[in-house]
Each structure stands twice: as structure tokens, then as C-alpha cells.
T-cell receptor
């Protein structure tokens, strides 16, 4: 089945650094969602994007809906230890009820 | 407002046993989903229900059945469990207005299933 290409797969960063990750698709999407999953928990919605070029922030997190509608980006500024977890992107195409998920970016923050 | 709830949280089955995973949402959402999550595979859609009374197959439906009991509840049944169904199962629901600027999906806490 289709899955989104999400990169990087994992990253170690120092506390205070900025983080960038992205998702790319071969298909055009109308909606992009970004989730964070902590160990043993369900994914929690961070940011939702609905228009090409849209830039949306949620605290230290900023996400963008790519202008081609085939990609999306998530940035975390000034990372802190509680940012540790797995970040997933999900895209939804027009006319469908289904979401396609990326394979996740595992983030580890070194204090 | 509990959001999306799932029971049980953990389950161990023997090969061939059957069980039903329960999911309920209190957000008045029309659409509900069942996913499985395996290491390195992300989330894969098993079945979904666009609205009460309808269900459709997702990416990996084999070995599963679903029932949309009412608007709140969407259950997933394993008729004859196999070790390949060892996974974490997540239920999700989606806001009612497809395509609207509030169109988002919310997840439950998951059921961790082991099939021996």
C-alpha cells in the first residue's frame, strides 16, 4: 500500500537546537496532518494544514503545506527533552475518507 | 469529554482464538477508523466507516471484520487470531465536515495485542 516518504528516519539533536523534517508523496493531497507519538501512547495531533503554501504554528512547532501539494514540512525550534518521540505526517487526497501515513521520524534530544 | 476510548489496553491470545476490540468516541464524529502499527511500518489502515451503517476495507483488511454498532462505536473482530496479527491497534475518529478547515483525525490510546 501507499505510504509517504518521511525523512529523516531518526535524528539525535542537542537540547536547544532546531529540528526539521519532511514528508513527500507521489500524489497530491488536500490535507496534511502532523502527529507526535510518545511510547505506549496513541498519536496526538500537532498541526493540521488545508491549503497549499499554508504555514501554521503551534508553540515552538511550525508546519508548512508544500506549494506542489505533494510535500509538507515540520520544524521544531529550540528543542527540549520532552520533544522526544516519533513524529508522523499524514496526507489525505481529495474525495477520499482515507489518510496515508508516513513511516515516522524518531527524535531523540540530548540534554 | 473522553475523546476516543479503546478496550482492552492489552491482550494476549493463542493462535486460533477470537476476540473483539472495542472503540468509542464521544465527539459526535461521523467517520471512524481502525489502524495497526508495526515497528518501522507506520500506521496502516485496516477498515474504516465513513458514516453510521457503512464500512469499507482499508489497506490490510484480511483476517479482520468490523461492526459500526452506532455513531459512537466501531468494533474490530479477529475471528481466528494468527501470530502475524501481533501489533498495536489504534482506533481513530474524524470530524464530520470532510474537506472543511476543521477536518482532522483523533486517535485512541491503542490496544497492544500479542498472538502466541
Amino acid at each position: 500500500g501507499q505510504q509517504l516518504n518521511q525523512s529523516p528516519q531518526s535524528m539525535f539533536i542537542q537540547e536547544g537546537e532546531d529540528v526539521s523534517m519532511n514528508c513527500t508523496s507521489s500524489s497530491i493531497f488536500n490535507t496534511w496532518l502532523w502527529y507526535k507519538q510518545d511510547p505506549g501512547e496513541g498519536p496526538v495531533l500537532l498541526i493540521a494544514l488545508y491549503k497549499a503554501g499554508e504555514l501554521t504554528s503551534n508553540g515552538r512547532l511550525t508546519a508548512q503545506f508544500g506549494t506542489t501539494r505533494k510535500d509538507s514540512f515540520l520544524n521544531i525550534s529550540a528543542s527540549i527533552p520532552s520533544d522526544v518521540g516519533i513524529y508522523f505526517c499524514a496526507g489525505q487526497a481529495s474525495g477520499t475518507y482515507k489518510y496515508i501515513f508516513g513511516t515516522g521520524t524518531r527524535l531523540k534530544v540530548l540534554a | 469529554n473522553a475523546g476516543v476510548t479503546q478496550t482492552p489496553k492489552f491482550q494476549v491470545l493463542k493462535t486460533g482464538q477470537s476476540m473483539t476490540l472495542q472503540c468509542a468516541q464521544d465527539m459526535n464524529h461521523n467517520s471512524m477508523y481502525w489502524y495497526r502499527q508495526d515497528p518501522g511500518m507506520g500506521l496502516r489502515l485496516i477498515y474504516y466507516s465513513a458514516s453510521e451503517g457503512t464500512t469499507d476495507k482499508g489497506e490490510v483488511p484480511n483476517g479482520y471484520n468490523v461492526s459500526r454498532l452506532n455513531k459512537r462505536e466501531f468494533s474490530l473482530r479477529l475471528e481466528s487470531a494468527a501470530p502475524s496479527q501481533t501489533s498495536v491497534y489504534f482506533c481513530a475518529s474524524r470530524t464530520s465536515r470532510r474537506g472543511a478547515s476543521t477536518d482532522t483525525q483523533y486517535f485512541g490510546p491503542g490496544t497492544r495485542l500479542t498472538v502466541l
